[in-house]
């Protein structure tokens, strides 16, 4: 039996759009250029929109708080935040920030996340 992660479409709320400007302070309120919808979700548009590598990824989620970071996760948890389209290279950046703030029984539940999002 194969288990979908099912993703729950949200409207960003006031918290979210202040962590995608702490995220990338160069944010202006764009619209996701590939759907022509408003962002659903902050960690794939920083990656693919924002972040010019891995390195940039890195030091734009070092930005973030522990529980800016806790937030994050506990969204990726209920399904509301996507790890969608994140690369491998990225992913492994957030990966090591997960278990280095959050703990490594975390961090390998988010790999769980992630995985699901790949297949």
């Known amino acids: 039996?194969?288990?979908?992660?099912?993703?729950?479409?949200?409207?960003?709320?006031?918290?979210?759009?202040?962590?995608?400007?702490?995220?990338?302070?160069?944010?202006?309120?764009?619209?996701?250029?590939?759907?022509?919808?408003?962002?659903?979700?902050?960690?794939?548009?920083?990656?693919?929109?924002?972040?010019?590598?891995?390195?940039?990824?890195?030091?734009?989620i070092d930005r973030l708080s522990v529980d800016d970071l806790r937030y994050l996760i506990d969204l990726v948890m209920t399904g509301e935040e996507s790890l969608h389209c994140i690369s491998p290279d990225y992913y492994s950046v957030l990966d090591m920030r997960i278990s280095d703030v959050l703990g490594e029984d975390i961090a390998h539940r988010i790999r769980g996340f992630y995985a699901m999002t790949c297949e």
């Open 1 to 60: 039996m194969s288990h979908r992660l099912v993703l729950m479409p949200r409207e960003l709320s006031e918290r979210d759009i202040q962590l995608l400007q702490v995220l990338a302070p160069e944010f202006s309120g764009e619209i996701c250029k590939g759907s022509g919808t408003p962002y659903r979700s902050l960690l794939p548009p920083v990656a693919n929109h924002y972040a010019t590598s891995a390195e940039d990824f890195k030091m734009r």
